[in-house]
């Protein structure tokens, strides 16, 4: 069965820190690229950062380039968005992504699996 669970989110006040994580399982952890996606009320999901499958490439959304940092532990099945100097604008659900894509016979068969999402706010 495939979980992924998030941790780690809660109250920050404006200029602080936090350290979401996603613990993944049920599937071939170092096979996926990770991501987070965020989604405030009343708006759409969207790309916050991604990491390749082995930890090695990753990229931003433009308004988290140097304030958040993702990683990922292979050896640990989890993934970690450290988050600095937040702002009220970073209020939302942060979710887990994993995907991965395997061509067989040049046909792609997406697999992509989701967490439950963890409550970000932002707020003095």
């Known amino acids: 069965q495939v979980q992924l669970v998030e941790s780690g989110g809660g109250l920050a006040q404006p200029g602080g820190s936090l350290r979401l994580s996603c613990a993944a399982s049920g599937f071939t952890f170092s096979s996926y690229a990770m991501s987070w996606y965020r989604q405030a009320p009343g708006k759409e999901r969207e790309l916050v950062a991604a990491?390749?499958?082995?930890?090695?490439?990753?990229n931003y959304a433009d308004s988290m380039k140097g304030r958040f940092t993702i990683s990922k532990d292979n050896a640990k099945n989890t993934v970690y968005l450290q988050m600095n100097s937040l702002k009220p604008g970073d209020t939302a659900v942060y979710y887990c992504?994993?995907?991965?894509?395997?061509?067989?016979?040049?046909?792609?068969?997406?697999?992509?699996?989701w967490g439950q999402g963890t409550q970000v706010t932002v707020s003095s």
């Open positions: 992504n994993a995907r991965r894509i395997v061509v067989v016979f040049g046909k792609p068969h997406e697999y992509d699996y």
């Open positions: 990491i390749a499958s082995a930890g090695g490439s990753t």
